[in-house]
């Protein structure tokens, strides 16, 4: 089943992302499904082949994908790996992830970039560490569509009933996190089985195929819908004009339109839309990088969020936030860093840390904590320098998301749960 | 939105990011299709103005054709272009049969940094893209390179929901990569679609075309008969060959582009 040189019924990019505990099969189902979909150049097939010969084993799909040399020598993911290919219906991004704990920063860099999720487990092996912990990570992040896969059927012998007790136990595990997947999908990677056609292996099963539950998933969510926020990245005074620019994250907006941009409160009416080599617009939406003229010059820096009045962001010093923590030195009770929301930076302290989970075991491992380690999740109250402009995650994922950065580099990331009162709790 | 459009608003958010963060910043321009449509993005995420030095970094051993292209449009689109070389390597008689990897590091490699060196530019933008080879589809947006100018792949920052590594240690930089998301047929359609210039190197000649552009001892044209860009994207969603093929460099050990990029190579 080529589809390598079909045209799809849409243009549509879906993004998926293969995640999983470390050597249960995520880079071999990728390889294997580009492999079958015809996406493997003729020339890079033969030089794995050669690759895997030098190496005196068989064909490892995998090593379609694990490029680095440290990766075929060690046969493991590092770094997470995005590939193109396509179905009928539509184009997809694969993303790749590592499955071992000490690359669960790149497995995030992944999954953050992802609409849906293909969660990958051992039948042979069963539920292991990252298994649950991934899982509990793609919550966090949002991703609401997930399918299971069972891959190694080959090595149970493709047995029903090993299935249905693993299907069972981490189902179990998945509704303690508000995971309800898609669908639970038995497959052999290596062999091919269950991936683009049905398996003869398994006739017990009747649900969908690996490429069925990729063209099954719906795309991504509209937010053209939600209240319009359009964070400012810059403002250019390259020429005469003087244009806000960023991209619209949320709402769409129409020549006219009142804006107002918060924190600072100051308000005007968009003038116009502009653009280079390309007819301007009378009205923008969500996901466009676009630049605005305005009625009035009022004075705007990076970091203010443009609203519409009648559904304004929040704004204030303080709010609760669940974060999953990345960094080699610990999250620390009122240590200072600093805080990325949208194009606000500020500084901030970590005024107190609620309550500690284990990400695997989703163990509280400790209540009113001093630090949080790497690996861990926690729900903590921040407070900033001075006010910042931003809404909760669930009524707008893009502005109510964050990142702290501590030496130089992101170290944590989270999502706004509420805003805090002003020294209420204290 | 179509799906060019998806794409061109992500670089423009990218470029417009590393415009504001980097004070310091320049841009690759290999002459390449890619680099041309990066040069496009910028004057859509400008309009009209080029706010960055474009780096050339001739090896001397570049086609003909391209040096005249650059010299045609730097002067057309009123670019400011810094044209860097490697001249003592030259003088002592670098070229490609003291292997690829040695001409490649000193050539393009050194030659990139010493301009990095002497301009102090701390952001670079280049046109790479995740679908050419397999460490690039490893890549980051924003990705630190260190004060030996090398890539350390192992440990890459995390990157996750735009916001990207914009604070880092001095003596180091920054490589931008906008196009990142862009596959091969993305870019063929891109520049139909808004009709920008590439050069006719691309385009079939006697029954052979260029399908990637670099020096002229190294790369080596495909058997072709696409001689425009319609012809070229119908005979890229066909093939089974991958773009860098044509490129010696590529082919000359297993991990020759890990060991190059490792290094510091674009």
Redesign the interface.
């Given at each position: 089943m080529d589809t390598?040189?079909q045209?799809p019924l849409t243009?549509?990019?879906l993004k998926i992302v293969m995640v999983g505990h470390v050597d249960h099969g995520k880079s071999t189902l990728v390889g294997r499904l580009l492999h079958d979909t015809?996406f493997i150049?003729?020339?890079?097939m033969k030089?794995v082949q050669?690759?895997c010969e030098d190496q005196g084993k068989g064909f490892e799909f995998a090593f379609l994908?694990d490029?680095?040399?440290?990766e075929r020598d060690q046969g493991i993911t590092?770094?997470?790996?995005?590939?193109?290919f396509k179905s009928k219906k539509r184009?997809y991004?694969i993303i790749d992830a590592p499955g071992h704990k000490e690359f669960l920063?790149?497995m995030?860099?992944g999954a953050?970039?992802a609409d849906v999720a293909l969660l990958m487990i051992d039948a042979e092996e069963g539920i292991q560490e990252q298994s649950k912990r991934h899982a509990y990570i793609l919550s966090l992040l949002g991703i609401r569509q997930i399918a299971i896969v069972m891959n190694k059927m080959d090595l149970v012998n493709y047995s029903e009933k090993v299935f249905n007790e693993t299907k069972e136990a981490y189902a179990k595990h998945l509704a303690d996190i508000g995971v309800k997947p898609t669908a639970v999908i038995p497959i052999s990677a290596y062999h091919g089985e269950n991936v683009l056609q049905k398996s003869a292996k398994m006739p017990w099963y009747t649900g969908p195929t690996i490429l069925e539950i990729l063209d099954n998933f719906e795309t991504h969510e509209d937010r053209t819908k939600l209240a319009f926020r359009f964070p400012v990245?810059?403002v250019?005074k390259?020429?005469k004009?003087r244009?806000i620019?960023?991209?619209i994250e949320s709402g769409r907006a129409k020549i006219g339109d009142e804006v107002v941009f918060l924190p600072s409160g100051k308000a005007t009416k968009i003038k116009t839309i502009?653009k280079?080599?390309a007819k301007a617009p009378d009205h923008v939406?969500a996901?466009?990088?676009v630049?605005f003229t305005m009625e009035e010059q009022i004075f705007i820096e990076?970091g203010e969020m443009g609203c519409v009045a009648s559904q304004k962001a929040s704004v204030a010093d303080r709010f609760w936030a669940n974060i999953f923590w990345?960094g080699n030195k610990h999250l620390q009770k009122g240590g200072k860093y600093?805080l990325?929301v949208a194009t606000q930076e500020v500084e901030c302290v970590i005024e107190s840390i609620h309550r500690v989970i284990n990400s695997s075991t989703l163990e509280e491992i400790s209540k009113n904590a001093h630090e949080v380690a790497k690996n861990e999740v926690a729900e903590i109250l921040i407070s900033t320098k001075k006010p910042i402009a931003f809404d909760t995650f669930d009524e707008v994922p893009?502005t109510g998301?964050?990142?702290i950065?501590h030496e130089?580099?992101?170290?944590g990331?989270g999502i706004i749960l509420k805003k805090a009162e002003h020294f209420s709790a204290i | 939105m179509d799906h060019l459009d998806r794409l061109e608003h992500q670089s423009v958010f990218i470029l417009r990011e590393a415009h504001k963060k980097f004070k310091k910043l320049a841009m690759l321009w290999s002459i390449g299709k890619d680099s041309n449509v990066l040069l496009w993005l910028a004057r859509k995420a400008f309009y009209g103005h080029v706010p960055v030095p474009l780096v050339h970094i001739d090896t001397s051993y570049k086609m003909p054709e391209m040096i005249a292209f650059r010299d045609k449009y730097a002067k057309e689109w009123g670019v400011n272009l810094i044209v860097g070389q490697n001249k003592q390597a030259l003088a002592e008689g670098m070229n490609y049969t003291k292997t690829r990897m040695v001409c490649c590091t000193a050539l393009k490699t050194q030659g990139l940094q010493q301009i990095m060196e002497e301009h102090d530019f701390k952001g670079l933008i280049l046109g790479i893209r995740r679908d050419e080879e397999t460490t690039r589809s490893k890549e980051r947006y924003f990705s630190p390179r260190d004060k030996n100018f090398e890539w350390d792949f192992k440990d890459q920052p995390p990157e996750l929901w735009d916001q990207f590594k914009t604070n880092f240690d001095e003596n180091t930089h920054i490589r931008i990569h906008p196009l990142l998301h862009w596959t091969e047929v993305n870019v063929w359609e891109y520049i139909q679609r808004e009709n920008i210039p590439v050069v006719d190197l691309y385009f079939s000649k006697n029954g052979k075309r260029y399908r990637s552009l670099g020096c002229a001892p190294c790369t080596f044209p495909i058997e072709s008969k696409a001689s425009n860009i319609a012809e070229i994207i119908t005979e890229l969603k066909a093939t089974k060959t991958s773009e860098r093929a044509g490129r010696a460099q590529d082919q000359e050990d297993t991990y020759a582009m890990q060991k190059l990029r490792a290094k510091g190579y674009m």
């Open positions: 390598a040189t045209e243009g549509e990019t015809g150049p003729e020339n890079k030089f050669k690759v994908l490029g680095l040399e440290e590092i770094d997470v790996a995005q590939m193109f184009n991004v920063k790149n995030i860099s953050s970039a990245q810059d250019y390259f020429d004009r244009i620019a960023g991209r502009e280079w080599n939406e996901g466009e990088s630049g990076r990345m600093l990325k893009e998301r964050f990142v950065v130089h580099d992101v170290r990331g | -």
